[in-house]
């Protein structure tokens, strides 16, 4: 005869395994990967064309080519600044962004929930692009990728990654309760001595890569750096935004729950 359920085993719920892929995640591996797919399958000419009207030009905007036409026309100044982190340069290019935006955006995306979980991407992938023209406001050389998008997933999962129970802590709990444990403020992230560890990594990785010392990919083209960083700064500073979960407040070394802010 079968031993009756102890009570933990009837009132908890069956754990999450930490690996699992959220909605958000899977629709944006999705789109991102078929997009490639299409490309590929596309004569170059063709594709050429897609790069250059759905690219981030920052030449559009150089009032010195006022003369000069580039594809895509007076719509494409708008919708580059989100539609080129659709698009990537080859296979290692595309690899290396969704690999970096598994464990990182599939934490964000499980706390936001799928829209909140895109309009955030859509933020910082624009502020990205925006950080790149300040920087290259004369380039002609279309901008492509994903990068400042994961960067601001990246950012954002540090103002909560490494709390205790979540899923860069030591004492991981499963997937769904990693994600919605309470974040520190900007100040107290700021103060945090292994998220100021996990910057000084993120920034210094950057600037070397900018700067020619590391080559990801086989792809030639350079590194937008800048973009990158835009994009971090972005889901760092506007992360509570768009953070459904109560914060979280220090007493006696403590974190409190504390209500949403008004």
Known sequence: ?????????????????????????????????????????????????????????????????????????????????????????????????????????????????????FAFLAVTAIAGAFAHLVTHQHEIAPMIGASAAVSGAMAAAIRFAFQHGSFLSFGRADAATAARVPALS??????????LGFLAVWF????????????VGTSAQSIAWQAHIGGFLAGLLLFSLFDPVPRAAMQDNQPHILPPAD
């Open 186 to 195: 900007l100040v107290a992230s700021l103060q945090n001595s292994r998220v």
């Open 1 to 117: 005869m079968q031993a009756p359920d102890s009570p933990r085993d009837l009132y908890e719920p069956p754990r999450e395994p930490a690996l699992t892929i959220p909605l958000g995640m899977t629709v944006l591996l999705a789109v991102m990967f078929g997009i490639h797919i299409v490309r590929a399958l596309l004569p170059a000419e063709t594709d050429q064309d897609v790069i250059w009207t759905f690219g981030f030009v920052p030449a559009r905007y150089d009032p010195s080519l006022l003369g000069v036409q580039f594809p895509g026309g007076a719509g494409a100044e708008v919708w580059t600044f989100l539609t080129y982190a659709f698009l990537h340069a080859d296979l290692a290019h595309i690899g290396f962004n969704m690999l970096w935006m598994l464990p990182f955006g599939s934490a964000v995306a499980r706390r936001f929930g799928t829209l909140r979980f």
């Open 204 to 215: 210094g990785l950057n600037i070397i890569t900018g700067l020619g010392a590391i080559a």
